[in-house]
């Protein structure tokens, strides 16, 4: 599989076809780092869940969270 880009990343979250997306694609989105976002979720600052042991993070409370209309 390739690597997507940071564009393809903050596409993934702006188009809306998935309800969780990725902490790469939120600190794409975001423009901090993939471990800033992880933390966020740890702290509860960020609507997400565990999955086995992998951070998804909810696409809506993301956009909330940065002030975006979808």
Same mark, same amino acid.
């Given at each position: #599989? +390739? =690597?997507? =880009?940071? %564009?393809?990343?903050? +596409?993934?979250? #702006?188009?809306? %076809?998935?309800?969780?997306? =990725?902490?790469? *694609?939120? *600190? *794409? &989105?975001?423009?901090?780092? %993939?471990?800033?976002? =992880?933390?966020?979720?740890?702290?509860?600052?960020?609507?997400?869940?565990?999955? !086995?042991? !992998?951070?998804?993070?909810?696409?809506? *409370?993301?956009?909330? &969270? +940065?002030?975006? %209309?979808?």
């Amino acid at each position: #599989m +390739a =690597t997507k =880009t940071n %564009e393809q990343l903050i +596409a993934d979250v #702006m188009g809306g %076809e998935t309800a969780l997306v =990725t902490p790469k *694609a939120a *600190a *794409a &989105f975001l423009g901090c780092h %993939e471990r800033t976002v =992880t933390r966020m979720c740890e702290q509860g600052k960020l609507k997400a869940v565990k999955v !086995m042991s !992998m951070w998804r993070v909810n696409r809506r *409370a993301l956009l909330d &969270f +940065a002030g975006v %209309e979808a």
